[in-house]
Every structure is written in structure tokens, then in C-alpha cells.
């Protein structure tokens, strides 16, 4: 009896794990395209945003954080508009942008802005790469390939998304363009992402309000995040059962 659970386990990690694969491999191809398109408009780029850029490589935490207070009244829009573009421009470092988030505005007000530039961006990434895939995807890729791409996601649903949102160390913005690429709902794969990124960046928020404090309650609170997630990630078929049951 025990060999046959412990098989199914494995059967059922196996799938989990090809298809959280899929969605990473598409992600590191929508990160190259993304590296292609910075390199050839870094030539077009206004000073400032060279000098900003300048500032993320040299990650001057407290140089960047004088460049948004330098906007005055307007830092909190400006940081809500680069927290949405970088979004779109996957290789920057989204984590970054949490960890200034606290450090520039406080715990509360940077969660609250960092969230509300993350759902904006996140949304139009989902909203475009969907339009996109009805608009022009589908015409250039085999349909073969593309069954093969929904149901390989599908294997993993919801989870998946939600566990590489909810992991910082996994490209979550470039993965915003594969979710539109999926047959899922739109409006679940945005409630996902939120959900899924609001306890990494509020950790990220705190961490940069405390830069230079004790960080063990940063840390516990994080690992108690990523416990939760993979335990929702490997058994979410038992969890909706038990939360719909059927009648």
C-alpha cells in the first residue's frame, strides 16, 4: 500500500515538475528576447535613465533611493511607473525594486506601492502576451506545438504559476508573458500573481526597512512562506477537494 502511494507521489511530482520546466524554459527565451531589445535601444536611452540604469548595475541601494526622493511629491508615481516597466524589461531585477520599495517609503506605504505597480504591469503583460497569442502566435506556431504547450500547464495549473510568482528566485515578470500564452482564465492567472508575489515582496519590504537590523524574523516569515506554497503546489487537488466538496 505504501508503494503505491509513495509511485503516485512520484508520478504526480514527475508532472508537477515537467510542467513547472515548460513554463521555465518559455520564460529564460521571453528573458533573451528581452536582453536582445535592451541591448539595441541602450543607444536611444534619454541620461537619466542611463544614469538610473547605472545605478541598478552598481546596486547603490542608497543612491537609487536619493534618485526617487529627488522627484519630490511626485517619487511615489514615479516608482509606481518603474515598478510597472520593469515588468516588462525581465531582465531587470524586480526583487530590487521590493527590497527599495521599504527602503525608500516605509514597510506599509512601500508594500502598498510596490503591489499597486506589480498589478498594473503584471496585468498588461498577461493582457498583451493574450492578445498576442489569439492575434499573431498562433500563426506562426504549429498547432501541434501549442496543444502540447496547454496541456503540459494544464498538468500543473494554477500552482505552478502561482509557486514561480511566489519564489523570488524564479523569473516571475518574464513569466507573466508565458501565462497570457495559456488557455487559463485571465482574470485567475492575475489574482494568482498577486497572491502569489504579495508575501515575497512584503517580506522584500520589510528586509528594506530594516536593512541593518536582526533578520531572523525576515528569514522565518520567508520560509514559512515557501513551506506553505510547496505544500499547496503538491497536494492542491486534496485542497480543493476538501475546500469543494463534492455532494
Not at 511607473?81 to 521590493?98: D, K, Y
Request: with cysteine; aromatic share 14%.
Amino acid at each position: 500500500m505504501m508503494t503505491a502511494y509513495l509511485i503516485a507521489f512520484i508520478q504526480r511530482l514527475k508532472q508537477k515538475l515537467w510542467a513547472l520546466l515548460t513554463v521555465l524554459m518559455g520564460a529564460g527565451i521571453i528573458i533573451v528576447l528581452f536582453l536582445g531589445i535592451a541591448y539595441i535601444t541602450q543607444w536611444f536611452l534619454p541620461a537619466s535613465v542611463i544614469h538610473f540604469r547605472d545605478l541598478l548595475k552598481a546596486q547603490d541601494i542608497e543612491a537609487i533611493r536619493q534618485f526617487f526622493l529627488s522627484f519630490g511629491e511626485w517619487s511615489a508615481l514615479v516608482f509606481i511607473g518603474t515598478q510597472i516597466l520593469q515588468v516588462f524589461f525581465a531582465p531587470l531585477p524586480g526583487q530590487l525594486f521590493g527590497l527599495l520599495g521599504g527602503v525608500i517609503f516605509g514597510f506599509w506605504n512601500g508594500l502598498l506601492l510596490t503591489m499597486i505597480g506589480l498589478s498594473i504591469g503584471s496585468l498588461l503583460a498577461i493582457g498583451l502576451s493574450r492578445l498576442l497569442r489569439e492575434t499573431l502566435v498562433q500563426r506562426f506556431v504549429p498547432p501541434a506545438i501549442f496543444n502540447k504547450f496547454d496541456y503540459l500547464i494544464e498538468q500543473g495549473g494554477l500552482f505552478n504559476f502561482f509557486i514561480i510568482f511566489l519564489l523570488p528566485v524564479f523569473p516571475d515578470d518574464a513569466v507573466c508573458f508565458i501565462a497570457g500564452l495559456t488557455r487559463l482564465p485571465l482574470w485567475k492567472l492575475v489574482i494568482v500573481c498577486l497572491i502569489g508575489r504579495l508575501p515575497g515582496m512584503a517580506v522584500l519590504t520589510f528586509v528594506g526597512t530594516a536593512l541593518h537590523s536582526d533578520m531572523t524574523l525576515a528569514y522565518l516569515v520567508f520560509s514559512i512562506a515557501m513551506l506553505i506554497s510547496l505544500i499547496i503546489w503538491l497536494f492542491d487537488k486534496e485542497i480543493m477537494n476538501y475546500l469543494n466538496p463534492k455532494n
